[in-house]
């Protein structure tokens, strides 16, 4: 078996993040910045061009977005990948934004 590529933390928590971690971070990312705009899973999913349950999947950190997906989700959230990426969503100071038919 191969040895991991990846660092794992040490026991003081430092260290890069696993996948696992890492896609749970995003997640909560894309959540924060879907519940700030007032959407639902399923109108981020209509906005990006995704199914609900794959937004649901990714939200839940179960799957990590290819970049494609990221960048999608970035443009339908109207935030930049890095910040979804990088798991620091900014608050909006606007309410909620109505959805356009």
Same mark, same amino acid.
């Given at each position: 078996m191969e040895p991991s590529?990846?660092? *794992?933390?040490?026991a003081s928590g430092h260290g890069?993040?696993?996948e696992a971690?890492?896609?749970?971070? +995003?997640?909560? @990312?894309?959540?924060?910045?879907?519940?700030q705009l007032g959407f639902t899973q399923a109108d981020l999913a209509e906005?990006?061009?995704?199914?609900?349950n794959y937004v649901a999947r990714l939200e839940r950190g179960e799957l990590g977005a290819s970049l494609w997906v990221a960048t999608r989700l970035?443009? @339908?959230l109207e935030t930049p990948i890095?910040?979804? +990426?990088?798991g620091k969503v900014a608050p909006r100071r606007t309410? *909620?934004?109505?959805i356009e038919p």
């Open positions: 590529r990846r660092s *794992k933390p040490d890069e993040p696993t971690q890492f896609a749970l971070a +995003v997640g909560d @990312a894309i959540r924060r910045a879907r519940q906005r990006a061009g995704l199914s609900a970035a443009e @339908a890095e910040s979804l +990426v990088s309410g *909620k934004r109505r």
